[in-house]
């Protein structure tokens, strides 16, 4: 035992020292360059407008995450609804049919991202947002990510005073629910699902 714990505090004498010890990089830019796969560039993002469709074509890009990141874990795809988890869990509309859609009729050699949603809950309604209107004319502060959708309340002084009731906003959302879109786009909208064939675990959950 003693002589374990003796290499030990060797080794970690060792990693220190060579820690810091100066590293110097040099870059030859003089060198033979080689092409790079046009595969590894994607975007983050929902195109917007027709030119933002054109800027990708004229880019090169290949790959699209559409998924919108934190708010993709309680996308509910039956009724176009996200929660936002660093905007008081606020219910906003969301339509993830209207964005494969238009990657499909714009870009169809564009491999769209989407997620699937892993927490067994998602958005059902938005009648119990926080008015952060009301509260402070919508202005960020630490405060946006508390838990206030659902009658959740703070004090005069930005205290929590009570936090949401997520059964007000969210509702259950078994596995088949949530890979019951791929046989959406498929079956109901008509789409290609060989765009389609990325799916994100997700994001995040832990927020």
Not at 10 to 24: D, G, M, N, Y
Not at 43 to 57: A, C
Not at 142 to 147: D, E, P, V, W
Not at 191 to 199: G, I, R, T, V
């Amino acid at each position: 035992m003693k002589y374990k714990f003796f290499t030990s505090i060797f080794l970690c004498i060792s990693i220190v020292s060579f820690a810091q010890e100066q590293i110097s990089i040099t870059i030859d830019t003089e060198s033979d360059n080689v092409a790079i796969s046009p595969y590894m560039y994607g975007r983050n993002g929902v195109p917007s407008s027709s030119d933002e469709y054109n800027l990708l074509k004229e880019a090169g890009i290949h790959f699209e995450r559409m998924n919108n990141g934190n708010n993709c874990s309680k996308y509910n795809w039956r009724k176009k609804l996200t929660c936002h988890p660093d905007w008081y869990n606020n219910v906003y509309s969301c339509d993830w049919d209207q964005y494969a859609s238009d990657l499909q009729t714009n870009t169809p050699n564009i491999k769209g991202m989407f997620a699937f949603q892993l927490l067994g809950k998602v958005a059902k309604t938005n009648e119990y947002n926080f008015n952060d209107w009301e509260y402070n004319r919508s202005k960020w502060w630490n405060g946006c990510t508390k838990k206030m959708c659902g009658n959740g309340s703070f004090n005069e002084n930005g205290v929590v005073v009570q936090l949401g009731d997520t059964s007000l906003f969210l509702e259950n959302w078994p596995a088949d629910s949530t890979v019951g879109i791929y046989d959406h786009w498929e079956n109901d909208l008509g789409l290609d699902m060989d765009q389609f064939n990325y799916w994100n675990m997700d994001n995040e959950m832990e927020i």
